[in-house]
């Protein structure tokens, strides 16, 4: 149904389906005056006059954030307020004005222009979609240098078309219905994305040439889940995706139903089901969703919320929040994983990140940091369902140092005379391939063991997780892929002590849930909103059936022997129409 004359295709940045009307939104980019002045007095007030009207507009948006996305997500737009306040920045400007008697105009473009140019030469993705975040900042005080309104006139239910959208387009468009975002520049990481998500408004982004093609006021089918747009589509397409839309809302109601029901196979066997947590806020969600705890905390996002990592108490805090909120279930913290794509907090260039100073390395490096996320993790434990994970560990030595260093963190709460789990368990990440060779060896040193295939599949194969470059070579489904975690399990269980989990982004994928299971893992953990699909898939599940699907899977030679066996074997399966809607 996609490949016709009016459809076009970009990257899917935010799921769902929408039939809705075209809206044209075009920027504005302020053109810069650049004169000299007489009056530096007047100059100055007027800059004052436009850097307090700038906040307040976002203080707005950032208010009317805070209510549709939660504290944390709202916070871009008080990093945006920030920068307006920053006192370097704005005494430079205001020097130069003196300085040099040019328009404010003229040094806030320069001057703000040289941020931008420092966060496009980054490398990560996400530092060059920042960018675009300081060009809104920069846009909105030489508007208002010009006294210029605010205007994002927009009515209700349409299509958002633009080159680009900031965040505070994204929040405030949502206050008025949007129906759905189309954009042509733009990725997965940009904050205009990731509030999408949120805001559960479906988006295409990256769609190159959208505004050329799509007018104003035409009729558009926006397929979040793939991609696609389509320009007034015909009766036919209409009528497809209606149905559609209908099979989503009755496919909703039926999840909705299992919620309280286990991750239960036809023949009894009971998978675990959990969540991955990276933002505190999300906890609604897994409550909501019906997730039986969590299996992955990532606390790097305490540390880029805080600036700098928070201290133990604050820590604590956190952790003890978290473990109440999903009690009695089980939550896995772990601890800081810096390094590789994720920034480190320290400023240190390395010439190959991913190989570098990641995860426990850099944790044992840094004794005190470690030491006060182990305390503060110990002392949330004290209802005993807290657990405590390590990442990307290379070495046995590293596994019995961390137990070593627990041990030492109890002591000093036994001294300070604070509770805590004393049994609390601990795990390990197994996402390095030297660590899948030995994981019978690993699993005999710790409770659980959790496979972090996002980076096992990117070392295994020597394929950059986020390099679009070579996407094409990172595969789930690569027999050495398969057969890795296939080992893995099985060693790790042989020693009959050791409970085996997996939290990459493979256990989402609905095509691999039958195959996981069949290997034998004990547990699952996916992001929140992925828990009422994957349930469906495990309850429609023959454990005896899974089995033999992987012990197939196990002696293929390539990549599609197994996709295609995937397939088949869900086109197999009753009761399962997961597939065929997205
Ligand atoms: C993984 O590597 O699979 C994992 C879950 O960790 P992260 O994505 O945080 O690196
Ligand atoms: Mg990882």
Redesign the pocket.
Known sequence: MTNTKNTYKGIAAAPGITIARAYQYTKKIEKVQDELISDIDEALLNLDEALNKSKKELLKVFSLAVDKLGENRASIFEAQIMILDDPVLIDTIRRRIKEEKRHPEFIVDDEISKYQALMNEAQEAYMKERSHDIEDIKNRIIRNLKKKKWQSRITNDVIVISDYLTPADTVLFARVNVKGYITNFGGLTSHAAIVARSLNIPAIVGLHEATNKIKNNDLLVLDGFHGTVIINPSEKQINYYREKIEQLRIYDEELAELKNEPAVTTDNKEILLQA?LDLTEEIALVVQNGAKGIG?V?T?QLFQEYDVFPEEEVQYNIYREIAEKVYPEKVII?TL?VG???VLPVDVKEPNPFLGWRGIRFLLDNMDLFKTQIRAILRGSEHKNLKMMI?MVCSIKEVRKFKKIVDECKEDLRERGLPFDNDIDLGI?I?VPSAAVMAREYAEEVDFI???????IQYLLAVD?GNEIVSDLYQEFHPSVVRTIGHIIKEAKNTGKCMVSL????GADTLAVPLLVGLGLDSLSVSASAIPTIKKIIRNLSYEETRALAEKCLTFRTEKEIRNELIQFFDNLQNISVHKIF
Request: include cysteine; charge should be negative.
């Open positions: 991955n992955l990532r790097e772990r994983d590789g794509d994720k990442p990440m996402e959790s496979i972090g295939t996002n980076d096992l997780r939290c990459g982004e493979m």
